[in-house]
């Protein structure tokens, strides 16, 4: 299964680092992307590469943040949708808007990377990926990483750089910025500056990804979570929860919240590896342990967590024993080939239903087990992947991990379970859920949302005159729109899809129009124009990124009829500046407008009073006598 090669874990080597980095001398383990043939984790350890660090090797000491402790001040979190499909993608990706105007990227949820980088606008070596390169020139608040004495700096010695290589010779390189980063309309936690990598290259599976970068919540200087702790704007901790086998999508929340009282617990020792790691001891198939030693999940960098890694992956006593095990459990089902040939998968045909919450009944239950003596059960959906060319079939999705001795474990462990890293007290936390309803499930809004980004804009309208300071004037909002339906049958039909639109904003007809339909095969390809009220001339950045975001996460919802969406592009148009001769004319305009109402008054007056004249001297009949004709004197 091609697809499935996105479980290898790679290493890269880091040739930048900036003040209290320990990069230089860390290990580093990644995700790979899709690597066709390949579904074997490698993980390569960071060489030494200044010049003056010992040639020997040396532990690694990950800086420990700790929130002040007088700090009783509850602190605001980022609640973010997850998107795709672990196993049809190969990733989880979240939505990240950087710069002003905000600039939308698909990034890939990887928690073993310490870096998050988008292609930049003059990259002349970036894919086409899901969404627009970033323009930094386009952003007023950006500004380049200068370059000094703590970081790689570029040839003309002017800004501070990065590189990043793959073990599967995929590569990113470019330079460090810095910027405003907003985290989605369903977050408490404001725009805040951050440094990033901005991509001038790329080169193999990251050149060929939909997704547009990475988003890195590794432990380092660079991670997007230690840089909001530094400062402190949310406490130590993150959570991380994958939908299941028949629901893609899921949650992230960064900063800490309320547990669930039933979550269990397991030390995470920082200074054992730079990865998020586990302290597992032993593993239950159907309520027996394994026949391991405990000791055989401690080698290399441990029982390792990569959210950036598909499948798991045990050292090879451990999986010999794990895979005898399910079989022994599952005997009474016909085993079959794989759906790779390449690859000899341990699959079994189950039944013509692919009912997922049946497999239960159908395999057995496994525990991990910790050293604290808790366990952590899994489901099937935990361990099984569904075989792409046969119904009904279901196959192992883990595998050996060969000479490398590290024990992974990869998103399919932790489908519908909500992971929480709480790095303040070096802990990992793991709650059986449906992710996909985690906000309605989890009570995590423990504090007042800022005004300046409100949790759900459901009236575009308001406040759109209410600018913050710095920020860029917006006067429209262009949205290009893809729907899977031929442009001749929805010709007839703008009208109806116009005000659809404007229903689903929440905001008047008039507000909206549709232009530039055009066909591109069977799909039609249209733009949405969105303006303020005629109260108003500008939508204010949160009013702007909001309606934005409504479409980027498909929730505006369209009839049957009119097929699926999606948000190509767009782009946020500053207020239309008025000539002097337009000035002149509105003025003129205005002026008879006066006039005429004047004058209409008048007349109006003038009628009135003519009218009340008539009504003053009512007819009355002439006499019964006879009133003599008189004749006409001739001239």
């Known amino acids: 299964m091609a697809l499935a090669s996105i479980g290898a874990t790679l290493s890269f080597i880091i040739y930048f680092s900036l003040p209290c980095s320990n990069a230089a001398g860390e290990n580093i383990l990644h995700q790979s992307l899709p690597v066709a043939g390949s579904r074997r984790p490698m993980v390569f350890p960071l060489f030494l590469s200044q010049a003056n660090s010992s040639s020997s090797s040396r532990s690694v000491s990950i800086h420990h943040r700790k929130l002040h402790e007088d700090d009783s001040k509850p602190l605001p979190h980022s609640r973010m949708r997850l998107y795709d499909d672990l196993l049809l993608n190969g ?40 969404d627009p390169k970033f323009q930094p020139e386009m952003s007023s608040t950006y500004q380049p990483v200068k370059c000094n004495m703590d970081c790689n700096c570029d040839d003309d010695k002017e800004q501070c750089v990065y590189e990043r290589e793959y073990a599967e010779h995929s590569s990113s390189k470019g ?51 230690d840089q909001l702790v530094d400062k402190g704007l949310i406490s130590n901790s993150f959570g991380l929860c994958y939908g299941g086998m028949d629901v893609g999508g899921g949650s992230m929340v960064l900063g800490g919240f309320t547990y669930p009282s039933d979550m269990i617990f397991t030390d995470s020792d920082p200074d054992r590896s730079p990865y998020y790691n586990i302290d597992l001891t032993g593993i239950r198939v159907a309520g027996k342990q394994l026949p391991l030693n405990s000791r055989v999940f401690d080698g290399e960098h441990g029982a390792v967590l990569d959210s950036g890694t598909t499948y798991a992956y045990l050292p090879d006593a451990a999986f010999a024993a794990f895979e005898e095990a399910v079989m022994r459990e599952a005997s009474p089902l016909k085993q079959i080939d794989g759906p790779d040939p390449n690859f000899k998968d341990t699959c079994f045909h189950v039944a013509t239903s692919n009912d997922v919450s049946g497999l239960s009944k ?45 024990t992974l474990l990869g998103g399919i462990v932790v489908r519908n379970t909500l992971v929480v890293y709480d790095r303040e007290n070096s802990k990992v936390g793991f709650w059986r859920t449906n992710c996909s309803e985690l906000s309605d499930r989890l009570h995590i809004d423990g504090v007042p949302l800022p005004a300046i980004l409100p949790s759900n804009v459901s009236d575009p309208t308001l406040n759109t005159s209410s600018n913050l300071p710095g ?76 309606i934005v975001s ?35 004319n509105i003025i003129v305009v205005t002026a008879i407008g006066i006039i005429a109402v004047i004058v209409g008054l008048l007349a109006y007056g003038v009628w009135l009073m003519w009218k009340r004249k008539l009504t003053s001297n009512p007819y009355k009949p002439v006499d019964e006598a006879i009133v003599a004709e008189q004749e006409l004197q001739p001239i």
């Open 362 to 406: 159908i395999f057995p239950s496994v525990e991990m087990m910790f050293k604290s003596g808790q366990s952590w059960l899994l489901s099937p959906e935990n361990y099984l992947f569904r075989h792409s060319k046969v119904h009904g079939a279901y196959c192992l999705g883990v595998f050996p991990n060969g000479k490398d001795h590290t």
């Open 550 to 584: 409504r479409f980027t996460n498909h929730q505006i919802k369209l009839p049957d009829v009119f097929g699926n969406y999606q948000l190509v592009d767009y782009k946020l148009d500053p207020p239309r500046k008025r000539t002097r001769w337009q000035m002149k």
């Open 471 to 546: 920020e860029t004037q917006i006067g429209q909002i262009n949205l290009d729109i893809q729907l899977t339906v031929n442009s001749s049958y929805l010709k007839p039909r703008i009208e109806e899809l116009s005000k659809i639109f404007s229903k689903e904003l929440d905001i008047k007809s008039s507000q909206v129009y549709l232009s530039n339909l055009t066909s591109k095969g069977n799909n039609s390809l249209f733009r949405i124009v969105v303006v303020p009220t005629e109260s108003s001339s500008l939508f204010s950045n949160v009013t702007a990124t909001s």
């Open 91 to 130: 990733y989880y990706t979240t939505r990240l808007w950087i710069g002003t105007p905000p600039q939308m990227f698909a990034l890939i949820v990887d928690s073993g990377s310490t870096v998050t980088y988008v292609p930049c606008s003059d990259c002349e070596q970036c894919g086409k990926h899901q």
């Open 175 to 225: 330079v460090l910025g810095e910027d405003l980063i907003s985290f989605g309309n369903e977050s408490q936690l404001t725009p805040q500056r951050a440094v990033f990598g901005c991509e001038t290259v790329e080169t193999g599976d990251l050149y060929s990804q939909r997704a547009d970068g990475i988003i890195g919540l590794g432990q380092g200087d660079l991670s997007l979570v």
